[in-house]
């Protein structure tokens, strides 16, 4: 195993080069962002609430007007990594053009992949920390980029989170994960949440590696399946 040469970029990585439109996506999600956080916490009177209401129903009503393309319309025709590039800065942990996003960031140093993020109130579980399925969700999407920077990548097959300590809210995180070992088509990998020095959760998990052809079968069965419903 061995991690992408220096300066080769894989196709999570998020580009520091963005266009005018996806710069402009970016500013979009980010104001959606900070509106969903004081969407939950705001107590503003109803009028205000009802004005706001309208407003944010015009803007989902002029975007509706627009073309999508989702990830999956799109994978088929993704050949190199630079075709994934819109698709990475949309990633549901690591995406900039994603307003669901904390967003986090990632990095390889060496053969470890290194995480950093900072959860704002919409991930709110325990008052004041992060919701436990977003302490796993950013666990595994750190293990996931370790997998694909060292040509391992595919599904998680298994992850295992032991929770050590609340993880708190508007908090700088590290997630730190490595490589065990491999084992076939099989990759067994950890990972670890820091606030400072303290661990908050550590996370074990198996990831399956799955080529193009078998990786179009699984999302062509899963659109057909959405089609039906």
Request: hydrophobic content about 40%.
């Amino acid at each position: 195993m061995s991690v992408p040469a220096k300066g080769k970029r894989s196709y999570w990585d998020i580009t520091d080069k963005p266009s005018n439109a996806v710069i402009a996506k970016r500013r979009l999600a980010a104001a959606v962002r900070e509106l969903a956080g004081l969407t939950a916490t705001s107590d503003a009177p109803e009028a205000v609430l009802r004005e706001m209401a309208d407003t944010a129903e015009g803007v989902v009503a002029s975007l509706r007007s627009h073309p999508t393309r989702t990830f999956r319309d799109a994978f088929a025709t993704c050949k190199t990594e630079e075709d994934f590039v819109p698709f990475a800065d949309r990633s549901l942990m690591a995406g900039r053009s994603n307003p669901f996003a904390p967003p986090m960031t990632l990095s390889m140093q060496d053969n470890k992949a290194i995480g950093h993020v900072r959860f704002g109130v919409t991930y709110e579980g325990v008052p004041g920390h992060v919701h436990g399925g977003m302490v796993a969700a950013v666990l595994d999407e750190t293990l996931g980029y370790l997998a694909v920077n060292h040509d391992i990548g595919g599904l998680t097959a298994m992850l295992t989170v032991r929770y050590r300590a609340p993880t708190p809210l508007e908090t700088e995180l590290t997630i730190e994960a490595d490589v065990v070992r491999t084992d076939g088509r099989k990759a067994f990998v950890e990972a670890r949440m820091m606030c400072g020095d303290v661990i908050t959760a550590q996370a074990e998990a198996v990831f399956i590696a799955v080529d193009r052809k078998r990786m179009l079968a699984v999302i062509d069965s899963a659109k057909k399946s959405s089609e039906k419903g």
